[in-house]
């Protein structure tokens, strides 16, 4: 049981390859969909907003 917790603690820690990229293309996306919903906001609204500060936590 000790060994087994060991290593999935070590590998939550050190994430492979896959998973450092999968990582990579959500944020990208995530990113992409925040800047995009924001600048349809700011266009539409045409008023700067603090839109990121309150789309960040709803992405997570």
Do not use: E, G, H
């Amino acid at each position: 049981m000790a060994k087994a917790t060991s290593s999935k603690v070590s590998k939550s820690k050190a994430p492979s390859k896959k998973a450092a990229k999968t990582t990579a293309k959500k944020t990208a996306k995530t990113t992409a969909n925040t800047t995009a919903k924001t600048t349809a906001k700011k266009s539409a609204s045409r008023t700067p907003a603090p839109l990121p500060a309150q789309n960040k936590p709803k992405a997570k």
